[in-house]
Each structure stands twice: as C-alpha cells, then as structure tokens.
C-alpha cells in the first residue's frame, strides 16, 4: 500500500512517516502542499494522508480535486490536523474526506483510524 503524505511543515511529514512505518506500511512519497500532491498522485498511491492548512492548496481543496478525478474519486483520505471543532471534521466529511485526526497523535491512533477507513471502503 502506498500513501501520499501531505504537509506543509517537513517536520510533521517526518513524524507521519515515521508513524507510518512503525505500523508497517513503508512505501510514501510526500508532497508539501495540496497542488503538490495533485502534481505528485497517480494511481500507484492507495492512501493519501493530509494536513488542512497548507498554503497554494487546503487539505479541504486536495480532497475535492481528488474527488473529482476518476483516478482519486474513490481513494482513500485521512486528514489530520489541529482544526478540531465540530464544523471543521463536518465540512472536511462533506469535501471528501473518509477520517480526520487532531494533532497529536499517536501511532495507534493512526493505525486505527488506518483500519477503519479500510474497512469502511472494503479495501481491508
């Protein structure tokens, strides 16, 4: 499985895949902004992982382009980000996203919410 990992801050790209990797899944590539990562996903990436706030392209934008390509229509998008108010996780879910998380987070957490995006699209 291979995950698109987006994020503006290097740092916290770092610590997703770190996190990623101690689940298992070491196979990323990594894009510093929503356009980015539109320019940078083809239909080898199974997982995109992505941030809200980024500049030139929101979390929130990415999910919608995806969604409206035939190759990213049904791939599926965890975001995790700091936004937690109950109007952000409704509009991120009405953009396309399958899960949100709120920084920080732990691997497990993100194993978990790995699954359950899994298994909620019958890719698990």
């Known amino acids: 499985m291979k995950f698109l990992v987006v994020d503006d801050s290097a740092t916290m790209r770092r610590i997703v895949i770190n996190s990623l990797q101690r689940i298992g899944f070491n196979d990323t590539v990594e894009a510093g902004d929503g356009q980015e990562a539109v320019d940078r996903f083809d239909p080898s990436v199974s997982f ?9 392209m929101s979390g929130l934008d990415l999910a919608r ?4 390509r035939a190759d990213g229509a049904n791939v599926p998008i965890l ?4 936004r937690s108010v109950r ?5 991120a879910i009405e953009a396309g996203v399958n899960n949100y998380i ?8 993100l194993k978990e919410k790995i699954d359950t995006v899994l298994s909620a699209v019958g890719a698990a």
């Open 87 to 91: 109007e952000d996780i409704i509009a």
């Open 65 to 68: 382009a995806l969604r409206a």
């Open 48 to 56: 995109v992982i992505t941030d809200w706030n980024m500049p030139n």
């Open 79 to 82: 975001m995790v980000t700091t």
């Open 102 to 109: 709120v920084k920080p987070f732990t691997p497990q957490v």
